[in-house]
């Protein structure tokens, strides 16, 4: 079965920067997309960025462009979310998931449990 796990979630000031890492197994990492998404408690889930596993093609939302950066590396099945100058609108739970036709389409076909990441004023 498909397995996402996420990890690196936490409390972190404005500015500071946090890691977000997404273990996968239970499919062939080189053929899905992985993305990204959070959910603030009231609102939707959105999208945040996405990497197709295949050719390392990447996407971001415009709120979060030029601070987050997402990479993969395909031999231990993990993706990355690096997430720099955090703003306190960041706080969200953070969720990755798997896309099987290796594009970025909503929605997903499995999803991560999730991780907390808080920022303070």
């Known amino acids: 079965e498909v397995q996402l796990v996420e990890s690196g979630g936490g409390l972190v000031q404005a500015g500071g920067s946090l890691r977000l890492s997404c273990a996968a197994s239970?499919?062939?990492?080189?053929?899905?997309?992985i993305g990204w998404f959070r959910q603030a408690p009231g609102k939707e889930r959105e999208g945040v960025s996405c990497?197709?596993?295949?050719?390392?093609?990447?996407y971001y939302a415009d709120s979060v462009k030029g601070r987050f950066t997402i990479s993969s590396d395909n031999a231990k099945n993990t993706v990355y979310l690096q997430m720099n100058s955090l703003k306190p609108e960041d706080t969200a739970v953070y969720y990755c998931?798997?896309?099987?036709?290796?594009?970025?389409?909503?929605?997903?076909?499995?999803w991560g449990k999730g991780t907390l990441v808080t920022v303070s004023s």
């Open positions: 998931a798997a896309h099987q036709k290796v594009a970025c389409e909503w929605p997903p076909d499995h």
């Open positions: 239970g499919f062939t990492f080189d053929d899905y997309a």
């Open positions: 990497i197709s596993s295949s050719d390392g093609s990447t």
